[in-house]
């Protein structure tokens, strides 16, 4: 069974910083596309960025310039390095790791969700 555990959530300050980490545990396929996506209360759940195996990027407007994404293939492990946090940055972050087992298949596993919270 895989599993997702992530950690670095919390409450924190506008400007200031957080770090999130998400690993795969348990048997998996080789991981192409590893991601953060968020939902705030009363909103639908969006992308926050995306990492490739081979490094490619990409990043929602809101974030661009703020939060960098980054992944260690050895470990299966996404890291989300957030900076300049706003209020509306507030929600829960989910952890998302997509494998190609074949061509027509794409499998999906989400982490459990952390809170981030920036208020005064």
């Known amino acids: 069974q895989v599993q997702l555990v992530e950690s670095g959530g919390g409450l924190v300050q506008p400007a200031g910083s957080l770090r999130l980490s998400c690993a795969a545990s348990?048997?998996?396929?080789?991981?192409?596309?590893m991601g953060w996506y968020r939902q705030g209360s009363g909103k639908q759940r969006e992308l926050v960025a995306t990492i490739t195996r081979g490094g490619s990027t990409n990043y929602a407007g809101s974030v661009k310039g703020r939060f960098t994404i980054s992944r260690d293939n050895a470990k299966n492990t996404v890291y989300l390095q957030m900076n300049s946090l706003k209020p509306e940055d507030t929600a829960i972050y989910y952890c998302?790791?997509?494998?190609?087992?074949?061509?027509?298949?794409?499998?999906?596993?989400w982490g459990q969700g952390t809170q981030v919270t920036v208020s005064s």
């Open positions: 348990g048997s998996i396929f080789p991981i192409y596309t």
């Open positions: 998302n790791f997509r494998a190609t087992p074949t061509a027509a298949v794409v499998d999906e596993y």
